[in-house]
């Protein structure tokens, strides 16, 4: 069984239904991740999603920020699942076990705001222990037989070529050491392997993320391409083999009144 899974950062799944809609359109994803849906779940578009072909839904969204929603083609088994974290109700994981016996996990990383300190800024603290309990959840469900992915918006982008300019961003939010010192441990929890850069050709940019303030994006000059990969999929090692592909959705980011992440999908023959 093949199946196609997209995770997307939509910043705002109302007012870009329509680029969603084109997605669905292009792609014709059997289950679609999103992130920062900006809903509270009453308002979700359950009408204009069903129409796309997606019945199955989860929807874990809080009025004007954070929020998540999976969309499937395929039947989820079992329960739904939301998860809260630091003591905090703001809706940044839930997870589905989908009927193909594959376990779906959603994520939104806090962004941590500027100030790469955690005694100064609280969003940056709150970025770090989000992923200190991470790690500590999935160091006690470790399960090798278990078909598990993470999917979603880490707000980190790990490796030197995962930015624009390691230089000029290694002191920056999303790629300082402590978060990627973070981040380490957490995919170590699972273990996960990084799906994304494993089927990735070596000389593709891994870019998901263009800031809003570069006007020129992607632009001609290949020079101003100035990404980063926030966005990120893991799988657990058992699902190695059955990943076949990763597509980055670039055209995406240049739509009018886009969001500034473009839509990963990974196909997995199951």
């Known amino acids: 069984m093949k199946i196609k899974i997209v995770t997307w950062n939509v910043n705002s799944v ?58 499937s083609k ?63 959840w999935w160091l006690q469900r470790q399960d090798p037989k278990a078909k598990r992915m993470i999917v979603g918006d880490f707000n980190i982008a790990p490796r030197e070529n995962d930015v624009w300019s390691h230089k000029a961003l290694k002191n920056t939010i999303t790629h300082t050491q402590v978060e990627i010192d973070h981040l380490t441990d957490f995919q170590s929890s699972g273990p996960w392997h990084d799906a994304l850069i494993a089927k990735l050709p070596e000389d593709e940019k891994p870019y998901t993320w263009w800031s809003y303030r570069n006007r020129n994006w992607p632009g001609p000059d290949p020079s101003k391409d100035r990404g980063r990969r926030l966005d990120h999929i893991w799988a657990s090692p058992n699902l190695d083999q059955m990943v076949e592909k990763i597509t980055i959705v670039r055209e995406i980011r240049g739509w009018e009144r886009p969001s500034d992440h473009s839509p990963v999908m990974v196909t997995l023959d199951i």
């Open 14 to 71: 109302r007012l870009r239904i329509d680029h969603l809609t084109k997605l669905v359109d292009q792609y014709q994803p059997d289950v679609i991740c999103l992130q920062e849906t900006k809903v509270d779940d009453p308002l979700f578009p359950h009408l204009e999603i069903s129409g796309l072909g997606y019945p199955y839904r989860a929807v874990h969204g809080q009025k004007s920020y954070n929020g998540l929603a999976i969309l």
């Open 74 to 136: 395929i039947p989820f088994e079992g329960e739904e699942r939301t998860h809260s974290w630091c003591g905090k109700d703001d809706r940044r994981h839930q997870s589905v076990d989908l009927s193909c016996g594959l376990e779906l996990h959603n994520l939104y990383i806090p962004a941590g705001g500027d100030l790469p300190d955690a005694k100064q800024n609280p969003k940056f603290a709150h970025k770090l222990n989000f992923l200190t309990e991470q790690t500590a």
